[in-house]
């Protein structure tokens, strides 16, 4: 039986990349745990990222038109956002009135050709307005801010290194997701644009984000959780649910 002499060399090169970027799994770990509520644990994180490390040795190939850290970092924090699926600490009840609040949203902007008020989308969910922050802040408390709350890795779509992006369809559909998903962001209400801007763009964490415009931390999680679940009613298109 035939034997790859190139077999040990892959493995001491795949071995030289884990100790040289087991670092990285670190500095992701940390920055996710900055978003994320206290009950996260962050060893859980670094050996979820240790394994996308391990995988993304393997795969890389020079090719794909990016270096080693930039793929590997898109797989380490892949398989950690992937690990805090698999262990969702949200209760059910919070994704349900998310859901039917972005489908509450979009409903209301179908129909009057404007952004939603607070107060239209509580009367039509049949809360108080108090009712209406509350799920916000619930949502707020228990969701990943990021895009990948859209069903995207924005960063992955960036690079075209997603797995489901194989062909020359799939790249133009990726483009256009891309120009849609840039789109409504710019058609955000003027405040919940610039929190999503200083969040994303700017990695603020939102006690900065607060500082910046005057406003309680608290009250900054309201608004990138609204921003979220305006942009996922925006997006049905192409993220689909309900």
Known sequence: MATNPYKNVRSDESDAMIVKYAPLVKRIAYHLMARLPSSVVVDDLIQAGMVGLLEASRNYKPDLGASFETYSGIRIRGAMLDELRRNDWAPKSVHRKTREMAKVVREIEARTGRDARDDEVAKEMEITIDEYYKILQDSSNT??????ELGVDDDAIELGLTDRNSGPFEAMSSERFK?????AI?????????????YYDSELNLREIGSVLGVSESRISQLLSQAMIRLRARMKEWIGGE
């Open 186 to 198: 710019a058609g955000l209400p003027e405040r919940e644009k610039m929190v999503v801007t200083l």
């Open 179 to 183: 120009g849609k998903l840039t789109e």
């Open 143 to 148: 969701r990943i801010y990021g895009l990948e």
